[in-house]
């Protein structure tokens, strides 16, 4: 049975099991999301993300009972053109598309063709969370303008921003990500991160020797950056690699409604949700 968890992580952790590293088989990441959403921290997952060739392709057949509720987060990996011939084959599983995300455009092109487009897809949808991955290079702050006057119409889009991968280039410095947190803030667009956020607290892998975000930094540095912080003071934050600052800034919000910032996709729930139980945010004695 689900125990409310503080406001400030709710929904912060979306299932992206099947993707790397993780990469779950299918039936396994159903199985499992069935049983994340079943258990006493359920209020912190999200819905299962699933890429949109997996859809098309007709794998989830027979792994859903159309009676059961089932949400999913649909990842445009075969273009922002073919999501809606993936959208044509959920209504037969009683599938809920909760949200929609998609990259606009690879690093160093204009990003404003693909992010029209799916502003039109967003446009035609009910209500459907969409999300747009946006190189942090070349026309950002122009998308981001455009993302924001989309919302200011009424349409539920975001930004989404990639934190990691498998090169180092793809990990985006403290500065670079506080500027586009503080861009975000001042345009008041929320946003979501994906890849590389496997700790609470910035690390180096010890494999790869890249260092790579935490997310109790990522949500101290957007708490501090919704309160008016600067781009240097959210830099420094991002910085950290001690707990016990974050902690300290996190103390006495928990019960806040975390701003700006969506989530993030995790391959692992179990590994989020124990740094979470450490840290004090989520009480692990809840299941009790």
Not at 183 to 207: N, Y
Request: hydrophobic letters at 50%; a negative charge; charged letters at 20%.
């Amino acid at each position: 049975m689900s125990t409310q968890l503080p406001a400030l992580v709710a929904g912060l952790v979306d299932d992206a099991a099947v993707f790397p590293p993780g990469s779950a088989s299918l039936p396994d990441a159903v199985a499992a999301h069935r049983r994340h959403r079943a258990a006493w921290y359920a209020d912190l997952v999200g819905p299962l993300l699933l890429p949109a060739s997996t859809v098309t392709a007709g794998e989830l057949d027979g792994l859903v009972d159309p009676a059961e509720e089932f949400a999913i987060g649909l990842i445009g990996d075969t273009g922002i053109d073919r999501l809606p011939f993936a959208l044509s084959f959920l209504p037969p599983l009683r599938v809920t598309v909760r949200q929609i995300e998609a990259p606009v455009a690879k690093r160093g092109e204009d990003p404003q063709p693909g992010l029209a487009e799916l502003v039109r897809l967003a446009d035609r949808l009910d209500g459907v969370a969409v999300s747009a991955e946006i190189p942090l290079t070349f026309g950002l702050m122009g998308a981001l303008d455009a993302l924001a006057e989309a919302r200011g119409r009424g349409l539920p889009v975001a930004a989404k921003f990639r934190t990691g991968g498998l090169a180092a280039e793809l990990f985006p410095t403290p500065v670079e990500l506080a500027a586009v947190i503080c861009a975000c803030r001042d345009r008041d667009l929320p946003f979501k991160l994906t890849a590389g956020l496997h700790h609470a607290v910035r690390q180096a892998d010890p494999e790869t020797g890249i260092t790579h975000h935490g997310f109790a930094n990522v949500l101290a540095a957007t708490l501090a950056a919704a309160e008016g912080a600067g781009a240097d003071a959210v830099a420094e934050l991002l910085t950290v690699r001690d707990e016990r600052p974050l902690v300290q800034q996190l103390d006495g919000r928990h019960e806040l409604a975390r701003p700006l910032w969506v989530g993030f996709g995790s391959c692992s729930i179990v590994e989020p949700l124990t740094d979470l139980i450490r840290l004090g945010l989520v009480n692990g004695g809840c299941q009790a």
